[in-house]
């Protein structure tokens, strides 16, 4: 089984940006990505999430038109670029694959789809 292990995480003045990288172990080509988050205290929640292709991807309303998820598939590394950081994006983000190759599925929102999960990456974004 894939494992991934994520990366890129620290700390980040209000406004400014981040990148985070997903790598797996092994060939993520068929897999759906996605990130979550979870803050102290709060519930996990989704973020980002897209297709084995990378074509379709999907946003929460929170963090849409700031973040975007990318992937390279040849590198087996999904990305999460973060732009307009605000304190409330702080947490740990968790990158996470499912096996889904299906044509003209959307990529699921919800975290009891994957079942493939990284070690989490902390972002805190200072006010």
């Known amino acids: 089984q894939v494992q991934l292990v994520e990366s890129g995480g620290g700390l980040v003045q209000a406004g400014g940006s981040l990148r985070l990288s997903c790598t797996g172990s092994?060939?993520?080509?068929?897999?759906?990505m996605a990130w979550f988050r979870q803050a102290p205290g709060k519930e996990r929640e989704f973020v980002a999430a897209a297709t084995w292709t990378g074509g379709t991807t999907v946003y929460a309303n929170s963090v849409q038109g700031r973040f975007a998820i990318s992937r390279d598939n040849a590198k087996n590394t999904v990305f999460l670029q973060m732009d307009s950081l605000k304190p409330e994006d702080s947490a740990v983000y968790y990158c996470?694959?499912?096996?889904?190759?299906?044509?003209?599925?959307?990529?699921?929102?919800?975290?009891?789809?994957?079942?493939?999960w990284g070690q989490g990456t902390q972002v805190t974004v200072s006010s």
């Open positions: 996470a694959a499912h096996y889904e190759i299906r044509i003209g599925v959307p990529p699921s929102q919800s975290g009891d789809e994957y079942d493939i």
């Open positions: 092994g060939r993520i080509g068929s897999y759906a």
